[in-house]
């Protein structure tokens, strides 16, 4: 089984920063997209910005300029650059590890870390 775990969340004032990041509980041999995720209270999960294993990246235009996704296929890590912060962007943060294969053996599966709370507020 593996476990994704975020950290880097927090509070932070509108035009801030904050870097989150994720990383397995174990090695993984391939894994097909990551991404992260957002959850605002009393809204849809939407996906923020997803990276493929060839690096080929995508955001929702609501964070395209403002954020940047990156990943680290030998450690399996994922990280997101948040740079000027509004407050719309105040939610749980999730990270997605999609098509993720833990031996060449094993079947696919999808895995999700617990969340992440950002809070953008003055």
């Known amino acids: 089984q593996v476990q994704l775990v975020e950290s880097g969340g927090g509070l932070v004032q509108p035009g801030g920063s904050l870097r989150l990041s994720c990383a397995a509980s174990r090695s993984i041999f391939s894994i097909s997209t990551m991404g992260w995720y957002r959850q605002a209270p009393g809204k849809e999960r939407e996906l923020v910005a997803a990276?493929?294993?060839?690096?080929?990246?995508s955001y929702a235009d609501s964070v395209k300029g403002r954020f940047t996704i990156s990943r680290d296929n030998a450690k399996n890590t994922m990280a997101l650059q948040m740079n000027s912060l509004k407050p719309e962007d105040t939610a749980v943060y999730y990270c997605n590890f999609k098509g993720a294969r833990i031996m060449p053996w094993n079947p696919l599966n999808d895995y999700w870390g617990q969340g992440t709370q950002v809070t953008v507020s003055s």
């Open positions: 990276i493929t294993s060839g690096g080929s990246t």
